[in-house]
């Protein structure tokens, strides 16, 4: 056997995969990767594929970056791990300060965590909690939105809007109210018009909170699209609107950044589209620039002051974990901020956002493919069998079929349900953008 065969055996045996039907395992599955570099992933027998998921949208600069690479060597040889309860560590100091500063200017102080999922929790119960301290308990409800995803932890399931999982851990979620999709509103309601979209999505908004506010903690969007969902872009004016909203109706903001900070967007944050400032920010993902676990819920002033209370009085947020501000991940995170400050990451974005747009004009009317869509530097295009015009069965996996040939002309991607999806390092150059939207474009069009 070779070391990648025996590796594969291992991994079927032991290794139980997240949000994986392990039995559905073919032959040459896992693929393993074993290395990489800059835009590429290695697999265990040297074959070479371009990132075109930014390792599940997180790598932000590419991979072995050497001033990433440097700043978790220097943080090892000091401290790898020591607890965030009653003692700190400069690397985290450093962090919440940079994040402070370079977030929108209503949020003041930062809270970590591990994982985005968790970045919304922390938001959740500091919502729930805010409300509580300030002696209004009746104020609990979280306003949500169909087709959200902020996560799979329990806190985050309830808050999101994919039926599939509600079926199945419905039993254990808190009850929300709903809101309507702002996308599948323009686009079922609204004719496709953005302006109209926007408003009956904000009158629906407006509506609720006139009737409920008394019992509303937060509203909890995502930062201008639902990715998760298969990247549904919001029309403009659906954050600068709930904020104005909110505001008047003393419900919380909280704006979950997760897939869209850190450049994403097109803006460094994508709250900066329409200057608003939320209550609280969850960020995760690209925080690391893709190399550890780190999360960070970022929260207004008034909102941390809640928490303020002579010892005893029980006031406290608690939160926290093992690992929370671990300094490695915290280090690693902090040279991120660095390279963005730099500003030339940022910079080159929208040459690449309008690159990827031109190119992805080729997708439109083939008989392969269905809707594209796009927000800043990702792209989803949906397959589409040509017989039928639908997408094909989803038991038949046909979407995986067609990544795993991509991967074998090089190009590493992962579908989203019927969708393939382009969200590639930032670092990704003019020539890589080509050779991702060709690749997807061949392995597409070769189909079933
Ligand atoms: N929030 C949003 C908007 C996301 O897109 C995701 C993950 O895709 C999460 C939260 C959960 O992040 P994680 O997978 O790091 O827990």
Redesign the pocket.
Known sequence: MTETEVLREWDRRYFWHPFTQMQCYGDDDPWIIARAEGNYVYDTEGHRCLDAIAS??CNIHGHRHPRLDAALLAQIGKVAHSTALGASNPPAIRLAKALVEMTPASLQHCFFSE??????EVAIKMAAQYWCNLGRPEKHLFLTLDNA?????VG?VSVGGFPLFHAVYGHLLFPTLRLPSPYVLQWEDCEGDPVQATAAWLAALESTLQDQSGEIAALIL??GVQ??AGILPFPPGILAGAQRLCRAHEVLLII?????GFGRSGKLFSCEWESVEPDLL?L??GLSGGYLPV?ATLAAEHVYAAFLAPFGEARQFYYGHTYTANPLACAVALENLALFAEGSVLAALPGKIAQLRTGLQRFHGQSWAGEVRQFGLMAAIALRDPRTNAPYPYADRVEYAVCRRAREMGVYSRPLGDLLTIVPPLSVTAAEIDTILNTLYDAMAEGR
């Open positions: 599940l949208w994982d985005g999922s968790e970045a919304v995803y902020h996560g799979d932890t985050a995502e930062g990715g998760a979950d950044e997760v897939a869209t969850a995760g993902k999360a």
